[in-house]
């Protein structure tokens, strides 16, 4: 029987989940880890953007990987993008190009899908993907180092966010990438299901093991500022921030502000995929090192088109949209 390409249900679904849960957990319990994945299929953008599908040799899974329908702004036009993620191949069905297989067949169909672009992680050598075409993009991962306020916090209130801030979110991310050549186009759904993924991924964890917060500064009863920080064993991820001022000096008190929570204690270090026009004046980038995971692209519609290089300041994506 030929391969065939099928959408991950029933026990197809719960084969992929426990091949890939040993390396995508991220701490989770298996039956976590399935609620994590069937509770983003339920939000308003992961039922029309995201699923899973499986390259199946009768009742054989050979190979899976998750299918995003993106939209993103490339050199100032929206393209519709597929995004390919979690590319598993069981070890009793490597070696006999499984995975080269799922995603030559994932890449005819976003073709025919009018899909202009396709764009991956790749957590391996770089070098299997650029066989089919991908090419890297400049990602880079900063240290920020945070001038903390003497006397205490800055006179700010600072609350939990919720989605009536989704809006002016929207809005704020959209101003900070108009002048990137390669950024997410970010609408409130998208920010929804990015915000709830990371809470997911913290309350479905063992107890104490991973926090989420999402954060706002309001003036007049609007957002103004904001950011979404994990904190795991004593490290802060900045998993997206935005802030109305260009200069970001509201970003960089509400850091103060949550530094100055935890008076006497160890200072967390705090990492960011930030962009590099972003730099409030409480904050300073102490190192600068590319991320682990390769982010990579590929044109669909013309596979010999030359990209134009891109360089990581001309790049806004934030570690939340990592897939």
């Given at each position: ?41 339920k ?7 995201l ?45 006999r ?23 991956l ?49 929207a ?9 990137a ?23 479905l ?18 957002a ?39 008076p006497?204690?160890?200072?967390p ?16 980038v ?37 897939f």
């Amino acid at each position: 029987m030929p391969f065939q390409v099928v959408p991950t249900a029933g026990a197809v679904l719960e084969q992929v989940l426990s091949d890939t849960h040993p390396l995508w957990g991220d701490g989770l319990s298996r039956d976590n880890y399935a609620k994590a994945w069937v509770a983003q299929l339920k939000t308003p953008w992961g039922q029309q953007h995201l699923d899973r599908v499986a390259l199946v040799d009768g009742p054989h899974v050979m190979c899976s990987a998750k299918r995003y329908d993106l939209s993103v702004r490339f050199d100032g036009r929206i393209r519709r993008v597929l995004g390919i993620g979690a590319v598993f191949t069981p070890p009793a069905h490597r070696g006999r190009g499984c995975a080269r297989e799922l995603l030559t067949r994932l890449l005819d169909t976003a073709v025919t899908e009018g899909q202009e672009f396709a764009m991956l992680f790749s957590e391996i050598a770089p070098a299997f993907y650029e066989q089919l075409d991908f090419v890297p993009v400049p990602l880079v991962e900063s240290t920020i180092e945070v001038d903390q306020k003497r006397g205490g916090a800055p006179a700010m209130l600072v609350r939990s966010g919720d989605d009536r801030d989704l809006p002016a979110i929207a809005e704020m991310s959209a101003a900070r990438g108009k002048n990137a050549r390669l950024v997410l186009d970010r609408n409130e759904d998208f920010i929804r299901f990015n915000i709830t993924r990371q809470r997911l991924h913290s309350g479905l964890a063992p107890s104490g093991l991973r926090t989420t917060e999402f954060l706002v500064v309001e003036e007049g009863h609007q957002a103004v500022a904001y950011l979404v920080c994990t904190e795991e064993a004593g490290r802060w991820m900045i998993e997206e921030a935005g802030d109305r001022d260009p200069s970001g000096a509201r970003l960089g008190a509400m850091l103060q502000v949550m530094l100055a929570r935890h008076p006497g204690e160890r200072l967390p270090e705090i990492k960011g995929w930030w962009p590099k026009a972003l730099i409030p004046p409480q904050l300073k980038v102490a190192a600068i090192t590319p991320t682990q995971s390769v982010l990579m692209i590929r044109p669909l519609r013309d596979r010999m088109l030359p990209l134009p290089p891109l360089a990581a300041a001309e790049v806004v994506y934030w570690h939340a949209d990592y897939f």
